[in-house]
Every structure is written in structure tokens, then in C-alpha cells.
């Protein structure tokens, strides 16, 4: 099972653009509530994770790595809001699309991120930072936060990284919402 997830990690831009692909083969023409119930979830997806990306110093990579330990902003509520926001952006583009890609895009969802993803990328940060780790992850949900704590929400943020680390999920994000909504409309 290790190796099937450390190839889902590595493959996980790969596989976001089949589950797109998915979605955007079954779309169906929307109505005007669910072009705005799906705007509105992918514009919130995109903020969470330009939070998420101004809390870390890096996430690109095929290969699972932590410089640090992050528990702060979004991370303070939940452990994996880069996917949080990503669901959200996914849904979105679902709930564009109509019900059937509503269901495909869940089912897939869990089983990319909560099956093979992040229990890969926990083994990792496991190893890495031990008892910290198992504190942090005993008092943070995966990807519903477990409580609500002010403090955990404030910490370092750097505007900087957002262009350098984002703007390529920006894109695709922006690209994917527009062909779903000349496919929808």
C-alpha cells in the first residue's frame, strides 16, 4: 500500500486533472443557483488555500516534504486545508456540473486524498516530527476541524511565496471554472 500512495502523491496534479476531466465529461447545463452555490465554493477553495500557502514555505514537489511543523492559521483548524480548499474547488466545479458529477467527484475525492494521499503524507510527518506531530494531529481534525481556538489561527504568513507557490493552481483553477462554465451555461 506504501508504494501505491507514494505514486498517488506523486502523481496527484496528474490525477486532479483526470478528476476535472470527469467532472467536465458528465456536466450537464446548470441552473443560475448552482452556477452561484458553485462560484461561491470555488472562490472559497482558492481562498483557503492561498491562507494555507502563505502558512508553509513549501508544498510543490513529488516527494512528501515538511521543513517545519505548521499548526497555525488554517492548519490550526484543520490538518490538510491545501486539500480542504482543493475539495471545495472540486465541488464547486461539481456542483456546476450537475449530480452526477457531484457523486463521481466525491467518491473520488475520498479515495485520492483520504485513502491514498494523506495517510501517506501523515506516515511522513509522523517520522519527521514524532510526539509533536501525534500532540497536533490528536487536537486537529484531517479535514473538519475538531475545536476552535483564536490563538491557533494567528501565526507567520508570507505574501511573498503565494505567487511563486499558487499561481499554478490559480491557473488551473480559473481555467477549469471557465471551461465548466461555457460547457454548463
Known sequence: MHKIRSTAFALRGGLWTALFLAVWFVAKPASKGAVAGGLALVVLGQLIRFWAVGCITRYRGERVGAERLVTWGPYG???NPLYVGNGLIGLGWAVLAG?????IFCVAFILIYAVLIVPYEEQFL???F???YDDYAATTG???PKSWSPAR???PFDRSVLWVSERHSLLVTVLGTALLLVRTL
Open 130 to 132: 514524532g510526539a509533536a
Open 77 to 79: 483548524l484543520v490538518r
Open 142 to 144: 484531517r479535514f473538519f
Open 126 to 128: 509522523r517520522g519527521k
Open 99 to 103: 449530480p452526477t458529477a457531484i457523486v
Open 153 to 155: 489561527l494567528t501565526g
